[in-house]
């Protein structure tokens, strides 16, 4: 009879000990705490580059960046050194009645008239030049090409003027030597007449 206590004792001893270990087990755990993340600061996106700034057209001189008109002149001078005698004389034939026209035809016939190479044709082409500086319509680059010819034409007239003494300096040689052999042929003429007289009796 007295083992039935002890054995009460025990089961209840052992009932506790479940007891416990079941509470142990469902404790709460102790909250964890968030482990902290560093943060990198973002770093911000480069400002795009300034947009080029555009050069404002100077709207005061626009004929100082415009190309001279000189293209059409050029063309026609290199055609003009290529003439033919008749095509240089039909050119001229078309220029002359057109020469008041523009200054452009005036240079272009005062080019054509250079490539005869007479000095009655250079005064005329000087004169023509000389027309185009006086001009104040017209492009300026025609007036500056047209001093260019003018110093041209003008060394060209002293040239043809030295000629033109030059040839009349050997004219003027030629005649006197000329002159000289008629003379020689006249005094060989008299001495073979002389020689060819028959001789006379002197007794």
């Not at 000990?17 to 560093?38: H, I």
């Not at 006249?186 to 007449?193: G, L, V, W």
């Amino acid at each position: 009879m007295k083992r039935q206590p002890l054995e009460a004792f025990r089961s209840a001893v052992l009932l506790a000990a479940m007891l416990l270990a079941g509470c142990g087990a469902w404790a709460p755990r102790a909250q964890e705490r968030p482990q902290a993340v560093e943060t990198v600061p973002a770093t911000p996106p480069a400002p795009p580059p300034p947009a080029p700034v555009q050069p404002q057209p100077d709207e005061e001189t626009p004929a100082a960046i415009e190309p001279p008109p000189l293209k059409d002149i050029l063309a026609y001078a290199h055609r003009a050194a290529r003439f033919t005698p008749a095509e240089l004389a039909a050119e001229l034939a078309r220029l002359t009645p057109q020469q008041d026209a523009s200054a452009q035809q005036q240079l272009e016939l005062a080019l054509a008239l250079g490539q005869t190479r007479q000095p009655a044709d250079t005064a005329r082409a000087l004169a023509l030049v000389q027309r185009v500086i006086a001009r104040s319509d017209g492009p300026p680059a025609y007036r500056a090409l047209a001093r260019l010819l003018e110093n041209f034409y003008l060394q060209q007239r002293r040239l043809e003027d030295q000629a033109d003494r030059q040839a009349q300096q050997v004219r003027e040689l030629q005649r006197k030597t000329d002159q000289l052999n008629e003379r020689l042929e006249a005094m060989r003429a008299i001495e073979r007449s002389l020689n060819t007289r028959p001789p006379t009796n002197g007794r």
